[in-house]
């Protein structure tokens, strides 16, 4: 068969024009950029005592931290950061908070059938709580619950839409309507979710509730990097390379980082996520894409696109190359790829034509900590006294809410509804360890290209994955 040109190929723009986009763009993070100095919580330097240790200052950890205070004001909670609030994942992200806590509609009904109604109920629940708390706790997240926009790019697109919708909420519109929501030549149609979708700046969140977290008394140290967890009688002493704390109860937040317990060294592997952000966009640039609506933005290839207004109208634009490190190693050399940033210019140009000569200032990237399954997954250890839960796969911001909920449940241990949940009961297959994680994942990354390429028909690999239960669903 032929290779087909997907349209970010078939419309692409002079390479000069991209050239010209990224000439003064800096490897930085533009949220991080963005808060500038942020209040700096001193290391841990005493042997401490507490009845909760929270380990990670992400998402997980900070909402653990705060969930914890709210249930039991009078508990010791202390929470480890390795670096800085907020400096990973949780700072980095495209700011999409969603409702799902499953990774979309296909993959939660095809994964847990019997659970699905559950967990769309319980996903919905979590968003509305989550724009609670914004307000409750006084989240400066810059919070805006502008629902998502699906977008259909090649003509074998427009029936996914129209005949299998990404959520059952979600809205057709053909090609005149979707380029009056936001004016691209390469929609051909779009699905409106209008309510499963908010955008939040993703640093500001991670402060916000580390202030929250500490205004409840949570006591938080950066710099605290935990090297070591044991469980001595019945404490568990969690170890850093200043001190240690002896803690009743552990939760483990640390994403995609190198996992503490053994049992969960193959179970995420990192995959880098690249980004870009443009200047602000002028009164008639932005009125020239219209996207008066400032919906999250998705196309529907395997290799996706992800894009949002900031409140100072830049766009966010995101996707496509998913890289895995070789080997699996984590390192900041890996977060300024130019091939990967210039294709994601390239794509930009192709997309939105009528903002040529918009310049990006930042380029970056981000590991996520992505498992088999696609969401996360949720274990006790050290006699019940240790819970963790980790690989999100990218869609953390609002899942991570809910997760918190339900370690502290796990280690409540007593059974309520989320805990009796298969979906948090069992764990999903693990990574083979390398060379085959490798070989397997830089296949899957190729056959899913390929399938870009071929109208969306899935190779004989990608049909295996399927059947197994291991197929990527985006």
């Known amino acids: 068969m032929t290779a087909h040109r997907t349209a970010y190929e078939r419309y692409a723009p002079d390479p000069r024009l991209v050239t010209e986009s990224l000439a003064d763009s800096a490897p930085a993070v533009f949220w991080l950029d963005d808060v500038g100095a942020a209040p700096a919580y001193d290391p841990l330097t005493a042997a401490t005592p507490a009845d909760l240790t929270v380990v990670g200052g992400g998402y997980l950890g900070l909402w653990a931290a705060v969930h914890a205070k709210r249930r039991d004001p009078g508990r010791r909670v202390v929470l480890l950061e390795a670096q800085t609030v907020g400096w990973a994942a949780s700072g980095r992200n495209g700011g999409f908070c969603e409702a799902s806590l499953t990774h979309g509609e296909d993959n939660g009904r095809s994964r847990w059938p019997e659970e699905h109604d559950v967990l769309e109920r319980l996903g919905a629940a979590n968003l509305d709580a989550f724009e609670a708390d914004v307000r409750d706790l006084g989240l400066p997240c810059e919070w805006e619950r502008t629902g998502a926009l699906s977008v259909a790019v090649e003509d074998h697109q427009v029936d996914w839409l129209r005949d299998s919708p990404a959520h059952p909420d979600q809205h057709f519109l053909d090609r005149e309507e979707v380029r009056a929501a936001i004016d691209s030549p390469l929609f051909l149609?779009?699905?409106?979710?209008?309510?499963?979708?908010?955008?939040?700046?993703?640093?500001?969140?991670?402060?916000?509730?580390?202030?929250?977290?500490?205004?409840?008394?949570?006591?938080?140290?950066?710099?605290?990097?935990?090297?070591?967890?044991?469980?001595?009688?019945?404490?568990?002493?969690?170890?850093?390379?200043?001190?240690?704390?002896?803690?009743?109860?552990?939760?483990?937040?640390?994403?995609?980082?190198?996992?503490?317990?053994?049992?969960?060294?193959?179970?995420?592997?990192?995959?880098?996520?690249?980004?870009?952000?443009?200047?602000?966009?002028?009164?008639?640039?932005?009125?020239?894409?219209?996207?008066?609506?400032?919906?999250?933005?998705?196309?529907?290839?395997?290799?996706?696109?992800?894009?949002?207004?900031?409140?100072?109208?830049?766009?966010?634009?995101?996707?496509?190359?998913?890289?895995?490190?070789?080997?699996?190693?984590?390192?900041?050399?890996?977060?300024?790829?130019?091939?990967?940033?210039?294709?994601?210019?390239?794509?930009?140009?192709?997309?939105?034509?009528?903002?040529?000569?918009?310049?990006?200032?930042?380029?970056?990237?981000?590991?996520?900590?992505?498992?088999?399954?696609?969401?996360?997954?949720?274990?006790?250890?050290?006699?019940?006294?240790?819970?963790?839960?980790?690989?999100?796969?990218?869609?953390?911001?609002?899942?991570?809410?809910?997760?918190?909920?339900?370690?502290?449940?796990?280690?409540?241990?007593?059974?309520?509804?989320?805990?009796?949940?298969?979906?948090?009961?069992?764990?999903?297959?693990?990574?083979?360890?390398?060379?085959?994680?490798?070989?397997?994942?830089?296949?899957?990354?190729?056959?899913?290209?390929?399938?870009?390429?071929?109208?969306?028909?899935?190779?004989?690999?990608?049909?295996?994955?399927?059947?197994a239960g291991l197929g990527f669903d985006s």
């Open 189 to 467: 149609a779009g699905g409106l979710a209008p309510d499963t979708t908010a955008l939040v700046h993703p640093a500001r969140l991670a402060l916000g509730l580390a202030r929250a977290a500490a205004d409840l008394g949570v006591e938080v140290h950066e710099h605290s990097a935990v090297t070591a967890i044991r469980r001595e009688g019945d404490v568990v002493e969690v170890a850093t390379d200043r001190a240690s704390v002896t803690s009743d109860q552990v939760v483990l937040a640390t994403g995609v980082f190198p996992a503490l317990l053994r049992r969960n060294r193959l179970m995420t592997v990192p995959v880098y996520d690249y980004v870009l952000v443009t200047e602000p966009l002028t009164a008639d640039q932005l009125a020239s894409i219209g996207w008066a609506g400032r919906q999250g933005l998705g196309d529907l290839a395997n290799q996706f696109h992800y894009a949002r207004l900031t409140a100072d109208d830049r766009v966010l634009w995101g996707g496509y190359d998913a890289v895995y490190p070789a080997g699996g190693r984590l390192h900041p050399r890996h977060e300024d790829r130019p091939e990967s940033h210039e294709r994601l210019a390239s794509h930009f140009l192709a997309t939105f034509p009528q903002l040529e000569g918009v310049r990006f200032t930042h380029r970056w990237a981000g590991a996520i900590d992505t498992s088999t399954q696609f969401a996360a997954f949720y274990g006790t250890t050290h006699g019940g006294r240790v819970a963790h839960a980790a690989g999100f796969t990218g869609l953390g911001v609002g899942a991570t809410r809910w997760a918190a909920e339900v370690l502290l449940d796990l280690l409540a241990g007593l059974p309520t509804e989320r805990t009796e949940l298969r979906m948090v009961r069992e764990r999903p297959l693990p990574f083979p360890p390398e060379p085959l994680a490798s070989a397997g994942i830089n296949l899957t990354r190729w056959s899913l290209d390929r399938a870009d390429h071929r109208e969306g028909r899935r190779n004989g690999f990608l049909r295996v994955l399927d059947r």
